[in-house]
Nanobody, 124 residues
Framework: QVQLVESGGGLVQAGGSLRLSCAAS????????MGWFRRVRGEEREFVAH????????YYSDSVMGRFSISADNAKNTVYLQMNRLKPEDAGIYYC?????????????????WGQGTQVTVSS
């Protein structure tokens, strides 16, 4: 059983930055790929970023490309999402997720474990 705990959310002005953290625990973590998703205004969870623990397979959604950066610290079993130049439309609940299967990394249904989420609010 993999457990994921997000932190780092908060209130920030448009143009500002936040860094989210996802602390992972459980067996065989290196077998999992990690993703960040967000739920905006009650919509379905949408893909934000993806990485493997070795630091490869780094992918982003078009809406955050060039502004967000995902990284993984194997020693700390923690995945980060650095968010820069935040926009009001980036506001929402951000979730960390772990995926074992080689399914579409952009699909929430491909992920096996989820954290509880952390709220990001961006004021204009």
């Amino acid at each position: 059983q993999v457990q994921l705990v997000e932190s780092g959310g908060g209130l920030v002005q448009a143009g500002g930055s936040l860094r989210l953290s996802c602390a992972a625990s459980g067996p065989s973590l290196n077998n999992y790929a990690m993703g960040w998703f967000r739920r905006v205004r009650g919509e379905e969870r949408e893909f934000v970023a993806h990485i493997r623990w070795r630091g490869v397979s780094e992918y982003y959604s078009d809406s955050v490309m060039g502004r967000f950066s995902i990284s993984a610290d194997n020693a700390k079993n923690t995945v980060y999402l650095q968010m820069n130049r935040l926009k009001p439309e980036d506001a929402g609940i951000y979730y960390c997720a772990a995926r074992l299967r080689y399914d579409d990394y952009r699909e929430a249904k491909s992920y096996d474990y989820w954290g509880q989420g952390t709220q990001v609010t961006v004021s204009s």
